[in-house]
T-cell receptor, first 120, second 114 residues
Framework: GAVVSQHPSWVICKSGTSVKIECRSL??????MFWYRQFPKQSLMLMAT?????????EQGVEKDKFLINHASLTLSTLTVTSAHPEDSSFYIC????????????????FGAGTRLSVL | AQSVTQPDIHITVSEGASLELRCNYS??????LFWYVQSPGQGLQLLLK??????LVQGIKGFEAEFKRSQSSFNLRKPSVHWSDAAEYFC????????????FGAGTRLAVHP
């Protein structure tokens, strides 16, 4: 159980185009999902917290208009990188929390396999 | 503010040897602690967690970790490492307030020699 699917796993796009990444919880419902960015050989950097039915909460320094997040249902959150540029090339990872678990387990985040974005 | 320190950036061990990865945290109360593993080009997989109770927790793949409040540590151990254990290991603490996000350490890259 607790499977998170992230799609696509790898995307190449031209500079100036937009790219959408999907994050789905397959066997549980997630009111909260998280989007991370990871640079090579570095830790995860939290970009934003995605909340079902409301606006995302962005971390300091993350451009809201560049990274659009939509959490329209209890099983799906999307991250759209708008007008992508080469500096946006990175590994993006999503995670989800099962809101129906007991209080302690609520802190567990289940991660997708990540999306490697290359902007030419 | 909560923080997590993993002092070792890179560790190399021989296959069959024992392993200990260090993790220190900064937190005011009893923390929620996690160890995740990441294989190259993949997402993170939960190895084990500590919420309360027994301070020695068992996880998947033969890993265990011990919570020591006096040392603010949550070190990960494995008695005999396999070549397939080569990966990046992240320690994390669950933050309180807000959306209870995870605070990650910088990670420890484990290499295993045959």
């Amino acid at each position: 159980g607790a499977v998170v699917s992230q799609h696509p796993s790898w995307v190449i796009c031209k500079s100036g185009t937009s790219v959408k990444i999907e994050c789905r919880s397959l066997d549980f419902q997630a009111t909260t999902m998280f989007w991370y960015r990871q640079f090579p050989k570095q830790s995860l950097m939290l970009m934003a917290t995605s909340n079902e039915g409301s606006k995302a909460t962005y971390e300091q320094g993350v451009e809201k208009d560049k990274f659009l997040i939509n959490h329209a249902s209890l099983t799906l959150s999307t991250l759209t990188v708008t007008s992508a540029h080469p500096e946006d090339s990175s590994f993006y990872i999503c995670s989800a929390r099962d809101y129906q678990t007991a209080s302690g387990s609520y802190h567990i985040q289940y991660f997708g396999a990540g999306t490697r974005l290359s902007v030419l | 503010a909560q923080s997590v320190t993993q002092p070792d950036i890179h560790i190399t061990v021989s296959e069959g040897a024992s392993l200990e990865l260090r993790c220190n945290y900064s937190y005011g109360a009893t923390p929620y602690l996690f160890w995740y593993v990441q294989s190259p080009g993949q997402g993170l997989q939960l190895l084990l967690k500590y919420f309360s109770g027994d301070t020695l927790v068992q996880g998947i793949k033969g890993f265990e970790a011990e919570f020591k409040r006096s040392q603010s540590s949550f070190n990960l151990r494995k008695p005999s490492v396999h070549w397939s254990d080569a990966a990046e290991y992240f320690c994390a603490v669950g933050a309180t307030g807000g959306y209870n996000k995870l605070i990650f350490g910088a990670g420890t890259r484990l290499a295993v020699h045959p």
